[in-house]
């Protein structure tokens, strides 16, 4: 169908001020890789979004769902047909505090639902990067997490339902403001972490719990990541309940560290940033267990004690992946992830890739989960340089694999890593995924050649 035709059609289906000619983007995230739409709709309703839906899967239109465009897998990059924004369903649809509940639609930002939350004396934990502009249905469709993830879990645990629009263009419910339901299979999980190849998320309840009374967070540094990695593990030996527990490598502290106002201890190799909170008491008792159990063999501990010391803190931490980027101008990253007891060797073999491949390497990320930002330098315009990237992240994913984690811990699967799933799941595992997507959507319509490819 001509484009200006389509355009017209959609027009007639979600409103004449919907439809938008596709521009770069808009058809790409913030990992820039190239993308094409026919046409680009921003719904205004969840029922406009079904009606674009139930059109483009009449007419055999692939559709690709976009959030804010802060993933950095690929997973929201169109491949062709029709992009659906969901940034217009922006309304926060009910705030009860009293039953620590929000309900909200795909496109309200996450920096407005951590907000809301807090005006309301509660606590919206799931704190991934780019808040402004990452969306809660972006978030639920990839399961999100960030540094509070290691206690409070990511972006699904806080969803207790979730209203989606399915093919051939219907609204469904899962779940809802209950927060028991055994009654059937649990499909509102499913739907969580589909990257939008199972459905498109419309609207979401929400569970919240109260805003702990103090947060208080301790800086550890060590020589090295072997003696840095054995402090963190004392932590969780130690029975220890972190809020969050982060990490950088010595690489890292090189990109960064002219930008952490304390100051960092000479030969300092690796960073640990740990939270105790909770009420006042509790949250002082746990920081001076994490004070005591990361001091030794450190470098030297920061206890951050006010709140412009907190919010630097962390302003810093949202800050290392530009810090990176500027080393060189450009990086290749994965965030494959390992057991605990793992998180060592990876960070240094992550290193030892580097060298083999003729690269720069480093990692951060979340210790407390094995999470690790893997990462490349570069330099723009070397394809040289970004084929042995390549090359390299192959190996993160055989590293990840050996050690008994996934090549995925938060970003999700995208375009990125496109067929690297069948190289490290059983034969049996893969024909239930397809099973599944093909339940969902038998056309393949939903953004394909995401997710399962």
């Not at 959030?67 to 950095?72: A, E, H, Y």
């Not at 806080?158 to 339901?181: M, N, Q, S």
Request: proline share 6%.
């Amino acid at each position: 169908m001509p484009v200006a035709s389509l355009e017209q059609e959609l027009a007639k289906v979600a409103g004449a001020d919907a439809v938008v000619p596709p521009n770069a983007s808009l058809v790409t995230d913030m990992t820039l890789l190239p993308g094409e739409a026919d046409a680009v709709v921003f719904p205004s309703s969840a029922e406009a979004v079904a009606a674009t839906l139930a059109w483009c899967y009449e007419h055999d239109v692939p559709v690709t769902p976009r959030g804010g465009g802060t993933g950095l897998a690929g997973g929201a990059v169109a491949g062709g047909g029709v992009v659906i924004g969901l940034e217009r369903l922006d309304r926060v649809r009910s705030v009860e505090p009293e039953l620590w509940r929000m309900t909200v639609e795909a496109g309200v930002p996450t920096a407005t639902v951590h907000r809301t939350a807090r005006e309301n004396g509660l606590l919206f934990a799931p704190d991934p990067g780019a808040a402004e502009l990452s969306q809660i249905g972006g978030n639920i469709a990839t399961n999100a997490a960030g540094p509070h993830a290691f206690k409070y879990g990511a972006t699904g645990r806080w969803a207790t339902g979730l209203e989606v629009a399915l093919p051939p263009g219907e609204l469904v419910t899962f779940g809802g403001a209950v927060r028991k339901d055994v009654a059937s299979y649990d499909l509102k999980s499913l739907l969580v972490g589909s990257e939008g190849t199972l459905g498109i998320v419309t609207a979401a309840w929400l569970s919240l719990i109260p805003a702990p009374e103090r947060v208080l967070p301790v800086v550890a540094f060590h020589r090295d990541s072997r003696s840095g990695c054995e402090a963190i593990v004392r932590v969780l030996g130690n029975g220890i309940r972190a809020a969050a527990i982060e990490y950088l490598d010595a690489e890292t502290l090189a990109s960064a560290a002219a930008a952490y106002e304390p100051g960092m201890p000479g030969g300092a190799g690796f960073m640990t940033i740990a939270e105790a909170d909770g009420a006042a008491d509790e949250a002082e008792r746990m920081r001076a267990e994490l004070v005591e159990t990361l001091s030794e063999d450190a470098l030297g501990v920061h206890t951050p004690d006010t709140a412009p010391e907190l919010e630097a803190l962390w302003r810093w931490r949202a800050g290392l992946a530009f810090a990176v980027i500027a080393r060189r101008g450009m990086v290749l990253s994965d965030d494959i992830a390992v057991p605990l007891d793992r998180l060592a060797e990876a960070v240094e073999e992550t290193i030892e890739i580097g060298r083999r491949h003729d690269l720069t390497a480093l990692s951060f990320g979340h210790a407390g989960d094995g999470n690790l930002h893997s990462t490349f330098l570069l330099e723009p315009g070397n394809e040289a340089e970004l084929a042995r990237a390549w090359e390299a992240c192959d190996e993160l994913f055989d590293l990840a694999e050996r050690l008994g984690g996934s090549i995925t811990g938060e970003h999700g699967i995208g375009l990125l890593k496109g067929g690297k799933l069948r190289r490290y799941r059983e034969p049996r595992a893969l024909e239930l995924h397809a099973a599944v997507k093909a339940a969902f959507d038998p056309k393949n319509l939903l953004n394909p050649g995401k997710k399962l490819a």
